[in-house]
């Protein structure tokens, strides 16, 4: 899987938006961008995932670059609960096996 | 539905000993992953099975070796313990593995290794 660029960290504050970037360059043309976020002590969990057209769903939205060498995973209203780390993943469209490769992610630290 | 399970939660255990990690998938997902992770390499992936065959293995040691059962449970084994093998050991399980799939991951289980 290509590799994918985040920011190490990002703070917020309560009830503001949050845009979170990542740049993946090297993006093949049936690549999904995923993103997973983890929250203290627990396993990751998904959050969202897309390959052409901005997405939306009840956590978050995603924004895709036409060039889709960037992405930017949007939290509408950050809440404290949303504190975690995020990881910008990509996974080929084609069936080859559930691996995620995951970088080092970005730890978004929210402020009340 | 019930998420996907690990047992045991937390673990201790000696260098040179072995040590075997459960996981139960969400009921119907075929498709089960491991991952390491650690303070300083972050995630890394072990190993995925498919319909009890191994699929996809990461960068570890033969030390490191699973299995997955006719009902997707799925076990993972390390023998002969090191130091460096203390780590959150986490599994994931999706329907089908494919590359828009969703996994889902358990909680983890903690092992220390002294």
């Known amino acids: 899987d290509a590799k994918t660029t985040q920011p190490n960290s990002m703070e917020s504050n309560e009830e503001e938006p949050v845009h979170l970037p990542c740049n993946h360059s090297?993006?093949?043309?049936?690549?999904?961008i995923h993103w997973y976020r983890q929250l203290p002590s627990q396993g990751p969990e998904y959050v969202i995932h897309?390959?052409?057209s901005n997405v939306n769903n009840r956590m978050a939205s995603l924004a895709i670059a036409e060039d889709r060498k960037s992405s930017t995973l949007i939290l509408h209203r950050a809440t404290l609960r949303d504190a975690a780390v995020y990881y910008c993943i990509l996974r080929a469209h084609n069936n080859a096996g559930n691996m995620l490769t995951f970088g080092g992610g970005t730890r978004l630290m929210v402020k009340p | 539905k019930a998420g996907v399970t690990q047992t045991p939660r937390y673990l201790i255990k000696t260098r040179g000993q072995q040590v075997t990690l459960s996981c139960s998938p969400i009921s119907g997902h075929r498709s089960v992953s491991w991952y390491q992770q650690t303070p300083g390499q972050g995630l890394q992936f072990l190993f995925e099975?498919?319909?009890?065959?191994?699929?996809n293995k990461g960068n570890f040691p033969g030390r490191f070796s699973g299995r997955q059962f006719s009902n997707s449970r799925s076990e993972m084994n390390v023998s002969t313990l090191e130091l460096g093998d203390s780590a959150l050991y986490l599994c994931?399980?999706?329907?089908?593995?494919?590359?828009?799939?969703?996994?889902?991951f358990g909680p983890g289980t903690r092992l220390t290794v002294l």
């Open positions: 090297t993006i093949s043309g049936t690549d999904y």
């Open positions: 897309g390959l052409t």
């Open positions: 099975y498919f319909s009890e065959t191994q699929r």
């Open positions: 994931a399980s999706s329907f089908l593995g494919t590359g828009t799939d969703t996994q889902y």
